[in-house]
């Protein structure tokens, strides 16, 4: 009786099916790691394990975990989408912010390196770029421009690093009950004389809704940056040096 071997060619053609190893599939596991598990826990060794592959067979594609979570971020921020420069700039504006708090909601442990982890120059230039044309097509002079996507940008990282940490959220807006009234207890334990006013809106906080909180941070931030452009639906035309 002839004998059969039926079992190699299934271990061949698990082989042959298996998604080959490269940045994209790494960062993307590095990823879901460090947003289950922060940043602290993600090493070359857990990523192996996750991918399964030798530790490393990483470092051909990555020479260490600082330049793995450089391209963490730039990953994050590159999911921004470019709107189109037709649209006027406040709209453009206000999907610029609300794609980076997508960004930072869905990936909270690796936002944060988006704003304190050098980026490499084109991942660091796209919000840059999108604030800069809709600031210029708003008629703001190429100064003004320039600072006002710095104040921009400095309020979207400040407050996203500040909801994500959750005191927009959190316990303060928890359904559990028991969640809501430690937060309060934690506040009505501060000293009165250096805290009075933080005390007495304690159970105000929690009324706050933070897509609300969000919403009037940019009609704010608009009203100022905005006050004295003169809008236009169409992007300047810049003379060629």
Request: hydrophobic share 45%; net charge positive.
């Amino acid at each position: 009786m002839a004998r059969t071997t039926a079992t190699k060619p299934k271990r061949a053609a698990t082989c042959a099916t298996r998604e080959p190893l490269d940045r994209r599939r790494i960062v993307l596991a590095a990823t879901r790691i460090a947003n289950a598990q922060g940043t602290d826990a993600l090493s070359m060794r857990v990523l192996a394990a996750e991918l399964g592959v030798e530790a490393m067979s990483l470092y051909s594609h990555f020479t260490s975990k600082h330049a793995l979570l450089g391209h963490m971020a730039a990953q994050a921020i590159e999911q921004i989408k470019i709107p189109s420069r037709t649209l006027a700039p406040r709209t453009r504006l206000h999907r610029l912010a609300t794609d980076m708090r997508r960004i930072a909601q869905s990936n909270p442990a690796v936002f944060p390196l988006v704003v304190l982890h050098p980026l490499d120059m084109r991942a660091a230039a796209r919000p840059v770029e999108i604030a800069l044309q809709a600031f210029l097509d708003a008629g703001l002079s190429d100064q003004r421009a320039i600072r006002c996507q710095r104040v921009f940008l400095s309020f979207l990282r400040g407050y996203l690093l500040w909801e994500i940490g959750g005191f927009t959220a959190g316990r303060w807006r928890s359904a559990d009950a028991s969640l809501r009234a430690e937060s309060f207890a934690e506040i009505r334990a501060l000293d009165q004389v250096e805290f009075p006013e933080t005390r007495r809106l304690a159970e105000s906080f929690s009324r706050i809704s933070p897509d609300q909180a969000f919403a009037d941070g940019l009609s704010s931030v608009f009203a100022t940056l905005l006050a004295s452009a003169t809008t236009s639906t169409a992007p300047r035309t810049r003379a060629r040096p």
